[in-house]
């Protein structure tokens, strides 16, 4: 492989970095929502609903995203013989992810929604709402307001943590990072792909920034 221009190389690593925004909106979309599921379940009053998914999120938190990765990807075959194909490694990305971030989000929703004040509840049987609408109407946006900062620096981390998808061959930014540099022997590829984490997690900041402004009203 001969040698590569600096607007080559940023073309190739650009193409990678649409990959992991790929990841990161996908596991945002879907983690963000699972994860209030799950910490409704995890403060359920059955024991059975309430100590399953007391399992699920140890098990997440207490295992590396990596090794969870490789499970839900060779899963597949090695407990059904299932054979999927080269398409999978990207899906398999996105459902490892989404389930592992899901566990972590339900535990700061938890920690959330068992900060607010028991009378706000009874406020709002007193004025006639539902369970439903109590949550919905009154505690979530205020537990949002609580947890943002939380959730923004898991977001932050979202951003880093998509690189892991090297471990099944998906070519984000990162692995095309070091394919670069082991072929054209430099260091230049990971501080281009350093400079584009860093754009990218910056402008997470500033935007998380502006929606806890705007949530302002809340206090």
């Known amino acids: 492989m001969g040698k590569i221009t600096l607007a080559q190389m940023l073309g190739q690593l650009a193409g990678g970095m649409a990959t992991s925004v790929q990841i990161f909106g996908v596991t945002l979309i879907f983690s963000l929502p699972l994860g209030l599921l799950v910490a409704v379940g995890r403060m359920s009053k059955n024991p059975v609903v309430r100590n399953l998914v007391k399992l699920y999120i140890s098990i997440m938190r207490g295992t590396p995203l990596m090794l969870q990765l490789m499970v839900v990807y060779f899963g597949p075959y090695y407990i059904f013989g299932l054979r999927m194909g080269s398409g999978y490694r990207l899906w398999a990305t996105f459902i490892g992810f989404v389930i592992n971030y899901a566990a972590y989000f339900a535990e700061i ?111």
Request: hydrophobic share 50%; no cysteine; aromatic share 14%.
């Open 109 to 219: 929703y938890r920690s959330g929604i068992q900060s607010m004040p028991q009378g706000q509840y009874e406020a709002a049987r007193i004025l006639g709402y539902g369970r439903g609408q109590t949550f919905f109407l009154i505690i979530l946006p205020q537990v949002i307001k609580r947890i943002l900062p939380s959730v923004t620096n898991e977001i932050i981390t979202l951003v880093k943590d998509t690189s892991l998808a090297f471990t099944l061959s998906v070519m984000e930014m990162f692995s095309i990072a070091k394919a670069i540099a082991a072929a054209q022997t430099t260091m230049m590829p990971f501080i281009a792909a350093g400079l584009f984490y860093y754009i990218f997690n910056l402008l997470v900041a500033v935007f998380m920034e502006w929606v806890e402004k705007k949530l302002d009203y809340y206090r």
